[in-house]
């Protein structure tokens, strides 16, 4: 069986510092809060820095976030639409590589990710009022506050990940506008 949430990065996430035991809502509320964060995390940077540890830039990140929302989101509708309660993992970096997302426009990936947030959103509130609960090829039984923790982790482990890279890459070039 695949390690997952608290198991895989700590309680809180020896990254990030993510606190697993947050509610249901509380981890809606962080994902519906991402695409701002991101915004604000990128202001007077192009979103193509890069970091010498890590594999994908910020546009890249926020990419990864808008693919993993849609898959879950997905998931879940499938269960409680059809009562498709299967799930399989995917390969992220498969994905990054097939969608190149360092190659994204960070707007565009800024774009895909309220959009994605929005369905999210719907789908996992959705899915809570019906107790929903996907059965994962390699994790086992995910409940729908399950995932919903999970994806609120994925959110903002990245913007740690962005973080990172944004403080090697040096201060931010001035904004006009900017205040
Ligand atoms: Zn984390």
Redo the contacts with the bound molecule.
Sequence with gaps: MEKWGADL?GDP??????NWSLTPEEAIRIVTGLPARYRELLDGYTGHERHPELAWNPAAYISHVVDNLRHWAEGLAGARLSEATDILGYDPDLLAQARHYNDIAPAAALWSLERAVSAWSASVTAALRHGVVLRHDARGPQRAQDVARNNA?DG??HA?DIERILDFAGPAIFSPGAS
Excluded: I, P, R
Aim: aromatic share 36%; with cysteine; proline share 0%.
């Design positions: 990065y996430c020896a990254g990030c510092g993510f982790h903002y482990h740690w």
